[in-house]
């Protein structure tokens, strides 16, 4: 594809130098011969700083906001070196463009909110799987079509040259419909400026991502940026569903008035699509949807109130895209588990271990209300809170769980660049003097092989925080380190212990 094709709509002219374009990309690791490199700006590095290494690579054409270095020209005399102001957002269109705009061929489902977007996006991918679709997810956990995973997840959302692609490579593999979790920084940086969205799903707002977001008004501006995509998208018959609970569902529902169809979800207010009668059975979710007129049971196998709201929100998607409400209900009671959302640790043990991936104070608070509606015995809490993320977060997290938790074990998560004690400090601060059923034990693993040690019969233990995650950031590195992995090995050593 010609550069003056790649970067129709994008504002920038290439001043007549027309070269072919075979790849577009951001890491000038990857640079080829034939390729668009866009220089961004990043937290740690700027991209500017490696236009030459680029280019030295065979790279055809570079897009930056910065001025070339000095005698850039005359060493690559055949290089088209761009400027614009925002080359974020010249990515996106130009990422689609390369792409052919996969998102046209696609049924495209946009999930955001705080919590609930990975367990929403499973349970939908169920529901499209069973009404015989072939649906590719682009979320937290992996990116994946048909069931076949393509990535490992970089970031939930990724950035917007590796999302067309991937969006290209499922249609390519025959899919109908493509999920995407869509986060607060996805939207804030543009990265699904050019994806034409059939369905936009609010699940909630809650406090999260302080510290890049200036405060909660200006989360909340950038998930309702997914609204303003879906109003733009040229789909015909899209639709717009927002959980009917959350405080910001009437300024959401006023603003798509008159331009998108939309659906509520809700429990406890009026909704298209609603749930009564909550109650826990034999370990599943157990309720009464109402839908179209008609109302039946359904049985979930996921447990909690906040997970009956992800199955509402996958119905009423469902429903949106024009599967009978009932028919998605029953595929979504089949969905067994989301890998790190309550999920269960099984090594023959007399008591139940969940990892879970909790991490702020209100996602706490829902896993460990739903668990304390379960038969059981203690529930001993294993959490952290990870470094070089929100601050404000963290003594609220220490209450939330030390006033649900009959025992607390607060160690760290993934620290990053700050130190783990400082971090255990913050937490403290919200418990000291108010809680003594907690203990400080900055080791995950150690804090993990702890609450294992503690557990009697038909109690439950709850690790949160990392859940399906499979690596630990430290300062100077990142390791392997599965919460559900350690846990099953410390049930193991118990077991073992007590057989001899």
């Known amino acids: 594809m010609k550069l003056s094709e790649v970067l129709q709509g994008t504002g920038i002219d290439p001043a007549g130098r027309d070269p072919e374009i075979r790849s577009v990309i951001n890491d000038s690791r990857a640079a080829e011969p034939g390729a668009l490199f866009f220089a961004l700006p990043g937290s740690r590095a700027d991209g500017a700083d490696f236009v030459a290494q680029a280019l030295a690579r065979g790279a055809a054409a570079v897009v930056s906001a910065a001025e070339p270095p000095a005698g850039l020209a005359a060493s690559f005399p055949e290089a088209v070196c761009l400027r614009i102001p925002d080359p974020l957002r010249a990515l996106s269109r130009a990422a689609a463009n390369f792409h052919g705009h ?67 490579a499922m249609a390519e593999a025959g899919a109908l419909d493509a999920v995407l979790e869509v986060s607060s920084h996805a939207l804030a940086l543009g990265r699904v400026e050019d ?46 569903v927002i959980n009917a609970d959350d405080e910001r569902a009437p300024e959401l529902l ?21 749930a009564s009668g909550l ?149 403290e601060k919200g418990v000291a003097g108010r809680f003594a059923n907690y203990e400080v034990v900055p080791d995950r693993g150690e804090a993990i092989r702890l609450a294992v040690s503690r557990a009697s019969a038909g109690d439950i233990v709850l690790i949160a925080g990392k859940g399906h995650e499979t690596y630990q950031i430290l300062k100077d590195r990142t390791i392997h380190f599965s919460d559900a992995e350690a846990a099953a090995e410390a049930i193991k050593t118990r077991e073992e212990r007590h057989e001899a």
């Open 254 to 274: 006023r603003s798509l008035e008159g331009t998108v169809r939309s659906l509520a979800f809700g429990i406890e207010k009026p909704a298209d699509v609603s």
């Open 279 to 427: 109650r826990t059975v034999d370990g599943e979710s157990v309720f009464t949807l109402s839908a179209s007129g008609r109302s039946f049971p359904v049985r979930l196998r996921l447990l909690g109130r906040h997970n009956v709201y992800n199955a509402l929100a996958a119905i009423t998607a469902a429903v949106a895209a024009g599967i009978p409400a009932e028919e998605a209900a029953s595929a979504a009671g089949r969905l067994l588990n989301v890998p790190g959302r309550l999920q269960r640790v099984e090594e023959g043990q007399d008591f139940t271990v969940f990892v879970d991936y909790a991490h702020t104070a209100a996602a706490l608070e829902n896993v460990l209300s739903g668990l304390r509606q379960l038969p059981r015995g203690r529930i001993i809490t294993v959490f952290g809170c990870g470094g070089d993320r929100d601050r404000t977060k963290r003594a609220p997290m220490g209450q939330a769980a030390c006033s649900q938790s009959d025992l607390v074990i607060i160690t760290s998560d993934n620290p990053r660049s700050e130190d783990p004690l400082a971090i255990l400090a913050d937490i």
């Open 102 to 168: 996969p998102s046209s061929r696609l049924r495209v489902f946009g999930i955001t909110g705080t919590k609930g977007k990975t367990t929403t996006a499973y349970l939908l991918e169920k529901i499209l799987q069973e009404a015989g679709r072939k649906p590719g997810v682009i979320g937290t956990v992996d990116y994946r079509v048909g069931g076949k995973v393509l990535a490992p997840a970089a970031n939930t959302t990724p950035l917007a040259h590796a999302l067309q692609g991937l969006l290209a």
């Open 195 to 240: 994806v034409d969205f059939d369905c936009a799903v609010f699940t909630n707002l809650q406090s999260d991502h302080l510290d890049f977001h200036k405060d909660r008004e200006e989360y909340f501006k950038a998930k309702a940026r997914l609204f303003d995509l879906l109003r733009r998208s040229p789909k015909p018959g899209k639709c717009a």
